[in-house]
């Protein structure tokens, strides 16, 4: 081998090192940087607290699935906000007595209903354990908020248990404010499971058709296993 082609061969895996160096390099500098966006999904039981809802302190009320899609940016160690659209199936249920059957029936109040809830509020949240980067959060954190939302009511109602009573369509519009807390388990570096739970305090007593029966307006509650993904940030082009 020639003094010139021994050179060539060194300068050449020179070279490929320093490029292979250099790219292993970006790519672990691009992974130690903080991903500050987070996507959520989530699914779950869900309940509403209503005149015509059921007998609570029995447990008798009905019990049906909601539905959440989040979006949070983390702005330093230990704040975010969060901001979460979804939907949460209501229906009436329990057996109330005559004597309020009477009274529902005298105020011309809604006896059932079924229908759907949509919402979409925005929190700040806070999480208990801080952490700078998607690296080093922990295995658990808890993280919790509370904002402000608007909530609209799609509801089919009746005025008696008369299977041929007519239907009515009807719907409700409100502001309210979630209540939102949960608790995440770190599954890999970009993932998190979440068992979450929320209650949206609504401003209204009438989702429902049955307004002034309780001293209580109407609220909806949703617990909801949370699926979270941390997004690669975004690389900026000329």
Same mark, same amino acid.
């Given at each position: 081998?020639?003094?010139?082609?021994?050179?060539?061969? /060194?300068?050449?895996?020179?070279?490929?090192?320093?490029?292979?160096?250099?790219?292993?390099?970006?790519?672990?500098?691009?992974?130690?940087?903080?991903?500050?966006?987070?996507?959520?999904?989530?699914?779950?039981?869900?309940?509403?607290?209503?005149?015509?809802? $059921?007998?609570?302190?029995?447990?008798?009320?009905?019990?049906?699935?909601?539905?959440?899609?989040?979006?949070?940016?983390?702005?330093?160690? %230990?704040?975010?906000?969060?901001? @979460?659209?979804?939907?949460?199936?209501?229906?009436? /249920?329990?057996?109330?007595?005559?004597?309020?059957?009477?009274?529902?029936?005298?105020?011309?109040?809604?006896?059932?209903?079924?229908?759907?809830?949509?919402?979409?509020?925005?929190?700040?949240?806070?999480?208990?354990?801080?952490?700078?980067?998607?690296?080093?959060?922990?295995?658990?954190?808890?993280?919790?908020?509370?904002?402000?939302?608007?909530?609209?009511?799609?509801?089919?109602?009746?005025?008696?248990?008369?299977?041929?009573?007519?239907?009515?369509?009807?719907?409700?519009? @409100? $502001?309210?404010?979630?209540? %939102?807390? $949960?608790?995440?388990? %770190?599954?890999?570096?970009?993932? !998190?499971?979440?068992?979450? /739970? @929320?209650?949206?305090? @609504?401003?209204? !007593?009438?989702?429902? $058709?049955?307004?002034?029966?309780?001293?209580?307006?109407?609220?909806?509650?949703?617990?909801?296993?949370?699926?979270?993904?941390?997004?690669?940030? %975004?690389?900026?082009?000329?």
């Amino acid at each position: 081998m020639t003094l010139k082609n021994f050179i060539t061969i /060194g300068l050449t895996l020179t070279l490929l090192i320093s490029i292979s160096f250099t790219a292993n390099s970006q790519n672990f500098y691009k992974e130690r940087t903080p991903k500050t966006d987070i996507v959520s999904f989530g699914v779950g039981p869900s309940f509403i607290y209503a005149d015509n809802g $059921g007998q609570y302190r029995s447990l008798y009320f009905e019990i049906n699935p909601a539905f959440s899609l989040g979006y949070t940016k983390k702005l330093n160690n %230990r704040f975010g906000i969060t901001s @979460t659209a979804g939907m949460q199936v209501l229906e009436s /249920g329990g057996n109330p007595s005559t004597a309020i059957q009477n009274t529902w029936a005298s105020n011309g109040s809604a006896f059932r209903f079924k229908g759907q809830a949509y919402f979409l509020d925005v929190m700040p949240m806070v999480y208990l354990i801080p952490f700078h980067s998607h690296m080093n959060r922990s295995l658990i954190n808890l993280y919790g908020g509370l904002g402000f939302g608007l909530l609209h009511v799609n509801r089919i109602q009746a005025f008696s248990f008369d299977e041929n009573e007519l239907d009515v369509r009807a719907t409700s519009t @409100t $502001g309210y404010v979630p209540i %939102r807390a $949960g608790i995440s388990i %770190r599954l890999g570096e970009l993932s !998190d499971l979440a068992l979450e /739970g @929320t209650l949206l305090y @609504t401003f209204t !007593d009438n989702l429902d $058709g049955n307004a002034n029966f309780n001293r209580f307006d109407d609220h909806m509650a949703q617990a909801q296993i949370v699926f979270k993904r941390f997004l690669k940030p %975004r690389t900026k082009g000329w």
